[in-house]
Every structure is written in structure tokens, then in C-alpha cells.
């Protein structure tokens, strides 16, 4: 018997056109999901989509911004028949616009805020009754060590991440009778494309405060991921994986 298969299931993966999100939702469409890859930016999800095509996989690219609360729904009503049923929530998006508070703009605030955590609420909202009609659900929130040690320059970021941790426990208890489960993966420093262009120097820097001596792979955070979706995770629920190496214990 294969682990973690996802084959009759199907996937919203939210920030999908890079980095955590894409390897989320290639991870999922190995095991057999049928995949929506959302993000604000089509073309990325048109080429990602092609991509998971042309391996035999079932994916739908989804324009979607998060921020824009009013619209989520009515974006995902329009979902071709075949994708319409959702059984896997990825509420991955997020954004950045970090500076320390003295100097934070409200604005920094409060868009870090409507993306990062109103709009995996908003979502999140729109899909589950049609989880509890199924009475099988997975939810699983991307937040950062960043939610649960802080960090200098990041106070919207850390409270955005952390209110995911907070909003993650409580739906836990409000949907586990519906065999829905709700859980949190929190990455420390993994490698993007920006920390690529770090001097080497630097990377070594950020990697000596990791007990595990490397940055993590965006492949890390999805194994995690194909776990929490799986039949396997079934008995988990209200859970944070923290995915650091080590550098959140």
C-alpha cells in the first residue's frame, strides 16, 4: 500500500506561482490531486499548470488576490465542474513589507494583515461547508518559526503568522466533528530565489544558527504538507509542524 496518495482529492493551493506554493502543489499532483494553483499573477500558474499537464496531472490555473476580500468568493464560484468540490485548503500567500515599528506605515500593516491572515479567513470561510456537506476536509496553514520567536523588523509579519496559528487551533475544535482537520506548518529559513543571490559569506552566516547546518528547501515545507493532507494525518488535528531544522525548538 502506497502513503500519502491524494488520488480523488482536490487541492486549492493559494500562493502557488513560486517557491513553498509551487512545491506544495507539485508535491500534491504527484499523489495523485487534482491541483488549482491560485495566485495573483495568471501567467506564472498558466506555465505551472502546462507543467503539471504534461506530467499526466489535473491542474486549473485561478487568478486570485487574497486582499481583495470582497471578491475571493465570487472567484471561486467560478471554478470549471471538475475542480468546483474542494476537499485540501493551502492557505500559503503571503507578502512582506517588514521595517521596524517606529518606522512601519500603518498601510504595511494593515496589507501584511489582509493577505497574510484575513484572506486564509476569508477563504477559508467560502470552502468549508462544502467540506462539512462531505464531512472530510484538510486546512492547513503556512505561518513561520517568524509567528512563534518574533523577529526584529517583522511585526506585522510575526502577528499575521501567529494569528494563522491561532485561527488554525480554534477552527480545529469547531470542524473536528465533521472529520475536518485543521493544521499549521512553520518554516524557519528556507531557500528562495532571493537567498540565492546572498553572498556566500552571508548564507553561511544564516545557516550556523540552524542546528541542522543548511536553509530548508521548499520541498521540506511540502513533505510536511502531503502528510497533513493525507488519509495518514487523519487523527491530527489543531497541530503546528514546525519545519526548521531545528532552529525553533
Do not use: C
Not at 92 to 116: C, F, H, P, S, Y
Not at 139 to 153: A, K, Q
Request: charged content about 20%.
Amino acid at each position: 500500500m502506497s502513503l500519502f496518495r491524494l488520488e480523488g482529492k482536490t487541492a486549492l493551493v493559494t500562493g502557488a506561482s513560486r517557491g513553498i506554493g509551487e512545491a506544495i502543489a507539485r508535491r500534491y499532483a504527484e499523489q495523485g490531486a487534482r491541483v488549482i494553483l491560485a495566485a495573483r499573477s495568471l501567467d506564472a500558474l498558466e506555465a505551472l499548470a502546462e507543467s503539471l499537464r504534461g506530467e499526466g496531472a489535473e491542474a486549473h490555473a485561478l487568478a486570485l488576490d487574497l486582499s481583495d476580500h470582497e471578491g475571493i468568493a465570487a472567484r471561486l464560484g467560478e471554478l470549471p465542474e471538475d475542480f468546483a468540490s474542494i476537499d485540501i485548503l493551502v492557505n500559503n500567500a503571503g507578502i512582506t513589507r517588514d521595517n521596524l515599528l517606529a518606522r512601519m506605515k500603518q498601510e504595511d500593516w494593515d496589507q501584511v494583515m489582509a493577505t497574510n491572515l484575513t484572506g486564509a479567513f476569508v477563504a477559508t470561510k467560502a470552502l468549508i461547508r462544502g467540506m462539512m456537506r462531505k464531512r472530510w476536509g484538510r486546512i492547513i496553514s503556512i505561518s513561520s518559526v517568524v509567528g512563534m520567536m518574533g523577529n526584529s523588523g517583522q511585526a506585522n509579519y510575526a502577528a499575521a503568522k501567529a494569528g494563522l496559528i491561532g485561527f488554525s487551533k480554534s477552527i480545529a475544535r469547531e470542524l473536528a466533528s465533521r472529520n475536518i482537520t485543521a493544521n499549521v506548518i512553520a518554516p524557519g529559513y528556507v531557500a528562495t530565489a532571493m537567498t540565492e543571490n546572498l553572498p556566500q559569506a552571508a548564507a553561511d552566516e544564516l545557516a550556523s544558527g540552524i542546528p541542522l547546518k543548511r536553509l530548508g528547501a521548499a520541498d521540506d515545507v511540502a513533505a510536511a504538507a502531503v502528510y497533513l493532507a493525507s488519509e495518514e494525518a487523519g487523527y491530527v488535528t489543531g497541530e503546528v509542524l514546525n519545519v526548521s531544522g531545528g532552529l525553533y525548538i
